[in-house]
């Protein structure tokens, strides 16, 4: 398994921010092609530049994936199960936007259905280069618990403690 926190090592009210990405032309182009969302909003400047937000943004639910990738680039935990997503759109991301994920354990309990599993519920907010939240939401995850035989605490290579860290 990789490097990492198991269940039994994270904690309510733990905190961490992620590595950054800087978005680019070839993001949005990817992510376009990769959706099948060809909007002028994301891909046509003329018209991106006649709406309210002035110019071309990146697809929302780009942005959610660029948090759940920065999330699992942080190494904060070990291989784990996407339960789903609650997630909204504050402000939009652009082309040159640094961006990076604040995140905190909110809920935790051991699965009912796996007791070899956890289950934790993560306040994710993905912030811009001026540290303004551009969306948010609520990821949980089902993770595996610590083995009887690996007796020493999961590190996160990438995570950045912030505060309330433990």
């Known amino acids: 398994m990789?490097?990492?926190?198991?269940?039994?090592?994270?904690?309510v009210g733990d905190e961490w921010r992620t590595p950054r990405i800087t978005v680019t032309e070839s993001h949005v182009l990817a992510y376009a092609g990769v959706s099948g969302d060809y909007s002028p909003l994301h891909l046509d400047e003329l018209y991106a530049s006649e709406t309210e937000f002035g110019g071309r943004i990146a697809h929302g639910l780009m942005g959610l994936s660029l948090a759940d990738g920065l999330k699992v680039r942080s190494g904060y935990f070990r291989t784990g199960v996407s339960l789903g997503w609650s997630w909204?759109?504050?402000?939009?991301?652009?082309?040159?936007?640094?961006?990076?994920?604040?995140?905190?354990?909110?809920?935790?309990?051991?699965?009912?259905?796996?007791?070899?599993?956890?289950?934790?519920?993560?306040?994710v907010q993905l912030l811009n280069q001026h540290?303004?939240?551009v969306q948010e939401g609520v990821h949980r995850l089902m993770l595996p618990r610590r083995p009887e035989t690996d007796d020493g605490p999961g590190r996160a290579p990438n995570a950045v403690p912030t505060a309330g860290a433990r």
Do not use: K, M, N, W
Not at 2 to 11: E, M, P
Not at 90 to 97: Q, T
């Open 88 to 123: 909204e759109f504050r402000r939009p991301i652009r082309i040159g936007d640094t961006l990076q994920a604040r995140c905190r354990i909110d809920e935790a309990r051991v699965s009912r259905s796996r007791p070899d599993r956890g289950i934790v519920t993560v306040g």
């Open 131 to 133: 540290d303004d939240v």
């Open 2 to 11: 990789t490097a990492g926190h198991y269940y039994d090592d994270a904690r």
